[in-house]
């Protein structure tokens, strides 16, 4: 399966995402079961082919053909720690605020979770510096296309799989603080 | 012909397509809107009918049985009724015991005969909608009543969904970013869409399906209880008052007050109670604004903000109230659009829906998602999710196993749906064994594939790479559980059963009181030098009866003293929150 033939899209590192969503949209609408001329199959695949487009780091996995495991890229373990300290701390304080069984309880845990708002907005700020860094990196490969190395597109899939999974974790966390603190 | 049905909690529609238009057909009175109550009597009665019988003979009738379709006992919702824990909710009633499928399906026989006598034909194809939110097993028990009344389902349709093809119909050639704000009788759904040349594509869904205009009725009953100092009310008295909650509210949403008159309650009282709007927008508010995260988190999943959004369509007979419209705006930033007709648009949907279905209405298509995530549990007790919650349906995906155990024989495949990182917190929607030859830890490979068709249906494909050998299991109801099953879950909660109640009641509370004596002298050390002295001896008042409560073991007693102490300690929460929003 080609994800970009099945979208008739470029195969290519930079893609706009309003551009996947319009061709799959086209598509979709034509393949979907309920039409008539319409194909399940054809569709489940298509569906597949949107998410791995949609997704930079599997986009990027399909350019680069699958290759072996590499180094943990040197910005994402920098990142990392502080990702995982402020996920630890967030899932102890919320889970004291969940079993907190009076109102003085909680109101006492307001002050660290509010701290803890502020802290988790600031990594995700973070995170979100690199992920802008990341896009600017495909725009980078893209205008030299196909001119690359497997080497440098595997890397920045990764680091774009790592932006992508512990920005929504931590995300996961600021709604559940927003559902706390009101 | 394929009817659309809205089975609701507290009314039920239905209609056709006729000549292009979608219609609403209405019973010999005229009404289209089907109450969704019914009685068992010396016969049964459905509807208006049944909603007279609700108050004369409370335990013979049943309503908003919605909020129990797909529920086993001991689940969030099923308080009140008693069964084994894990078995399918069944309901006391006339004598017997009916599954609220059962019951459900009263109010679709009702509905088909509405229709069959309104169109001359025999109808026996539906679509039926359900809360977005509703899992694997609520749909499919509803699917089930719909069976039981004799109709072939065709498609489970999502209520917003339904609710954005009527909004949609007459805008096919728009490009544009909707929200459906759906507050119906029992359940909330917020769906977000993108509809682009006659393409209605759901982008993310998020809800909560125990969130509902019954829940305000509640509070609203509740105020007028402590305003007028009521009694504990006989079951006839309460509905009685319920149904008097329900129309306050309805008329509050037009006028500013509104007066409760409850004549001969049981032993001769006679209540009335002035009700203001602003009264009943405090007692309501709190369960309205748990409807903001779930917006949230609906736009969180489809990528956009609310300023991208060109309308925030509001359906649902609860989003009549003035208060459910400022909170829309407040969330949005946008007024609503109030285009749709509350009650109606869902239906309509349905109807509309069924015409694509059988070919009647052309170039519209519905592209639906799975509302939950799917997945399988993990060795270590982990859900690794196989299809993510807002993905398209029909969908597939899939995912290499290996085997965890150096020997390992066979790998069991747990399917869980839900979206909690511990397997054990899903809903387990099945499970079956893939046997393969035993070796080495990592040796051994199993591909697993999830495939959905378009009515959410989950088939399971599990091949061992390495001998070739597949299984494909078609996941049904979850909500069926088998008799072995239910005789292990029995006697589990038998072994349970004879546990001291006194004792573990005050064992609650004296957990209650060990964490409330630390949190007080926490609370009273960061506020020292801003409360006044007569409070902080109050307090210290409170503490020393709860510590002589707990010596004492007295359960009453120290449930009392602990009541008394969160009293007194009201003001110093208010003041550590008001601190804490402070930081920044």
Known sequence: MDPFEILSLPRRPFLDDEEIATAYRKLAGALHPDQQGGDAAAFRELGEAAAILRDPARRLKELAGISASHPFPEKAAELFSKVAEILQ??????????????????????????????????????LSTWRIFLEEEIQRIDRHWPESDPETLSHLADSFAYADRWSSQLRERELALEAILG | MIAGIDLGTTNSLIGVYESGFPTLLADTDGRRLLPSVVHYGDSILVGHEARRMQAIHPNRTISSVKRLIGKRFGEE?????????????????????????????????????IAEARHGTEITRAVITVPAYFNDAQRAATRKAGELAGFSVERIVSEPTAAALAYGLDRLQDRSKIAVYDLGGGTFD???????????????????????????????????????SLPRLSLPDTIRLHEAARLAKETLST?????????????????????????????????IRRTRIHCLRALEDAGIKAADLDQVILVGGSTRMPLVQHLVVEIFGKEPNLSQHPDESVALGAILQGAILDGS????????????????????????????????????????????????????????????????????????????????????????????????????????????????????????????????????????????????????????????????????????????????????????????????????????????????????????????????
């Open chain 2, 255 to 287: 006028e500013e007050q509104s007066t409760i008159r409850l004549p001969f309650l049981e032993g001769g009282m006679n209540i009335e109670v002035m009700l203001t709007r602003a009264e009943i927008e405090g007692a309501c508010s709190p369960i």
């Open chain 2, 361 to 584: 209405l052309q170039n519209v298509a519905l592209l639906d998602i799975t509302p939950l995530s799917l997945g399988i549990e993990t060795f270590g007790g982990l859900m690794n999710v196989i299809i993510p919650r807002n993905t398209t349906i029909p969908a597939k995906a899939g995912e290499m196993f290996t085997n965890a155990v150096a020997g390992q024989s066979g790998m069991r495949i747990t399917v869980l749906q839900g979206e909690r990182e511990l397997a054990a917190d899903n809903w387990k929607l099945g499970g079956f064994e893939i046997p393969f030859a035993p070796s080495p830890k990592g040796a051994a490979r199993v591909g697993v594939q999830f495939s959905i068709d378009a009515d959410g249906i989950l088939q399971v494909l599990a091949r061992d790479t390495g001998t070739g050998i597949e299984k494909i299991v078609e996941i049904k109801s979850a909500v069926e559980v088998s008799d072995e099953a239910v005789e292990a879950m029995l006697a589990g909660s038998l072994e349970h059963a004879f546990e001291d109640m006194d004792a573990r009641i005050f064992t609650e509370a004296r957990l209650k009181a060990e964490e409330m004596l630390p949190a007080v002298e926490a609370a009273l050390a960061q506020l020292a030098g801003e409360l006044p002295p007569d409070e902080i001896a109050g307090i210290r008042h409170q503490t020393a009866e709860v510590t002589a409560a707990l010596q004492s073991k007295e359960t009453v007693r120290l449930k009392q003293t602990l009541a008394n102490l969160d009293n007194a300690t009201q003001s110093l929460a208010t003041r550590l929150i008001e601190r804490a929003m402070k930081i920044s």
């Open chain 2, 190 to 228: 917020l769906s977000i869409l993108q509809l682009d040349n006659g393409v209605f594509q759901v982008l993310s869904t998020h809800g909560d399906t125990r969130l509902g205009g019954d829940d305000l009725d509640q509070a609203i009953a509740a105020l007028v209880a402590s305003k007028a």
């Open chain 1, 89 to 126: 701390r967030s899932d102890a304080l919320i889970a004291q605020t969940g079993m907190a069984s009076n109102a003085l309880t909680k109101a006492l845990l307001m002050a660290p979770l509010k701290s803890l708002s502020l802290d988790l907005s600031s990594v995700q700020e973070q």
């Open chain 2, 77 to 113: 919702g099923t308080e009140g009724l008693t069964g084994i824990p894990g078995a399918p909710v069944t309901i006391p009633i006339g004598g017997q015991n009916l599954s609220p499928e059962e019951i459900s399906a009263e109010i679709l026989k009702k509905l088909k005969a």
